[in-house]
Nanobody, 125 residues
Framework: QVQLVESGGGLVQAGGSLRLSCAVS????????MGWFRQAPGKEREFVCA????????MYADSVKGRFTISRDNAKNTIYLQMNSLKPEDTAVYYC??????????????????WGQGTQVTVSS
């Protein structure tokens, strides 16, 4: 069974930085494409960024492009989300997700098979 565990969330002032991690159990992590999504109160879950199976291709939502960076370490079964220049509108629960079938980076929420429990990120103004 594949499990995803996020960590690194917290409270930060606007303009600050946070680094999220997502540790993934399972022997086939290196073949998964991975994504980060977020959900703010009263809003639908939305795509943030994604990375392909070997880290060679990434994709970002326009709202975070240039501020967030997704990366992965297949030796550690972990992906990361470096978030810089944070804004109050980045406040949300952040989820990592794994797609076991398609190795490319994509933002299709329904295409992801496994999800973490989420970690809260709060950006104060």
């Amino acid at each position: 069974q594949v499990q995803l565990v996020e960590s690194g969330g917290g409270l930060v002032q606007a303009g600050g930085s946070l680094r999220l991690s997502c540790a993934v159990s399972g022997r086939t992590f290196s073949s998964y494409s991975m994504g980060w999504f977020r959900q703010a109160p009263g809003k639908e879950r939305e795509f943030v960024c994604a990375i392909n199976w070997n880290g060679g291709s990434t994709m970002y939502a326009d709202s975070v492009k240039g501020r967030f960076t997704i990366s992965r370490d297949n030796a550690k079964n972990t992906i990361y989300l470096q978030m810089n220049s944070l804004k109050p509108e980045d406040t949300a629960v952040y989820y990592c997700a794994a797609d076991r079938d398609y190795g490319g980076a994509h933002g299709r929420l329904s295409g992801y098979d496994y999800w973490g429990q989420g970690t809260q990120v709060t950006v104060s103004s």
